[in-house]
Every structure is written in structure tokens, then in C-alpha cells.
């Protein structure tokens, strides 16, 4: 499949050149991922927006937290198969299946989560997950009772709740502009 030279149906161009700080990340994604995330070349048109999607992203994904960085992934994919968001789900996909070391369960969530191989605390975080995404004016203190009785503290809750608002807004944003997934993350993991 021939892969188009913009990460999205939009012909917007990076900003050129780009900023010192924005190269450097650029590089040093291409230096610790093997490529830039395509995510990031579609922002890159406006480098104001480019770092406020970096930095949310950074925090909620890679920062403290009593979720791990695949709990974080995980739920990442789970609310992008529901909103059939394909980069968010090949992106995501891939690196579930980098950091569980389990080639199957990153399709397993995309496909229908409640057939992977999860614990109480998983379940009831994509389930949290599932629900938000699909009516959050529908969640009570009943769904975070569960999150509580799986042992999730107060923060993991916030952090539940925060990855899944980001990826419903970013897989809107994907879906929106056709943007697509790097040909990379395909085989990664495999």
C-alpha cells in the first residue's frame, strides 16, 4: 500500500523550519521510537498546538501515576475501538503489544476486551473506560465504587478518567482529518 507524504487528508504543512525545541523532540523520537509519530507531524503546522497535545500527552501517558504505562496504553486502545479511531488503534495497538510482550492483546482489546486475559483492577478500569466513552453523562458513583473495590485509589481514578477524555478527543480529531498511522507501528511487536 502506497503511503501518502501527509499524515492527514489536510495539505497542512509543518512549520518551516521548525522551532529549535520541536526538532529536537523530532529527533530524539526518531532516535528512541525509530520514527516520528505521524500525530506529531500533523500538529506540527501550528507549534503552539504541537506543545500543548506534547505536553498533555507526556503527562498523561508517560507521567506519574499509579496506572502503568501499559494500564495507560490499554485503555487507550479500548476507547479507540470504540470510536473506530484506526491510528489511535494501530499507534496504541502496537504499543500494548510492546509492553505486555504479548503479541495478541493488543487486537484482543481492539476487537472486544472482555475476551482478553485481564485481572479485576483491568477490567474494571476499561470497563470505566468503555462506559465514559460511550455515555459519560451515565457514570455514577456505582462505576467508580468499582474502580474502588478493583483497588484503585482516588488518583487512579482521575487518571482513568483523564486517558480516556484525552483519547475520545484525540480519536475525534484523527477521525475528523484522516489521519493516518505510521506504516511502522503495523509490524512492531509482532
Known amino acids: 500500500m502506497t503511503q501518502p507524504e501527509l499524515p492527514t487528508a489536510l495539505d497542512l504543512p509543518a ?34 498546538k504541537l506543545r500543548a497535545f ?25 476507547v479507540s475501538a470504540r470510536n473506530r479511531c484506526f491510528y489511535c488503534l494501530v499507534a496504541h495497538g ?12 493488543g487486537e484482543a482489546l481492539a476487537f472486544n476486551w472482555r475476551m482478553a486475559a485481564l485481572d479485576a483492577r483491568q477490567r474494571a478500569m476499561l470497563g470505566f473506560a468503555e462506559k465514559m466513552t460511550e455515555a459519560s453523562s451515565r ?3 456505582a ?9 484503585l485509589s482516588e488518583r487512579d481514578i482521575w487518571d482513568v478518567a483523564s486517558v480516556a477524555a484525552f483519547f475520545n478527543m484525540t480519536n475525534r480529531m484523527a477521525s475528523a482529518v484522516a489521519m493516518r498511522p505510521n506504516p511502522e507501528y503495523h509490524a512492531m511487536a509482532r
Open 94 to 105: 502496537a504499543a500494548v503489544r510492546q509492553l505486555s510482550g504479548d503479541p495478541a492483546l
Open 143 to 151: 462505576d467508580r465504587a468499582a474502580l474502588r473495590e478493583a483497588g
Open 139 to 141: 457514570v455514577e458513583e
Open 15 to 48: 512549520a518551516a523550519p521548525l522551532p529549535e525545541d520541536l526538532a529536537a523532540y523530532f529527533a530524539k523520537c526518531d532516535q528512541k521510537l525509530g520514527l516520528v509519530p505521524w500525530v506529531l507531524r500533523a500538529y506540527a503546522h501550528t507549534p503552539a
Open 54 to 78: 506534547m505536553e498533555m500527552y507526556n503527562d498523561l501517558m508517560l507521567g506519574e501515576s499509579g496506572l502503568s504505562k501499559l494500564e495507560r496504553e490499554m485503555i487507550a486502545v479500548v
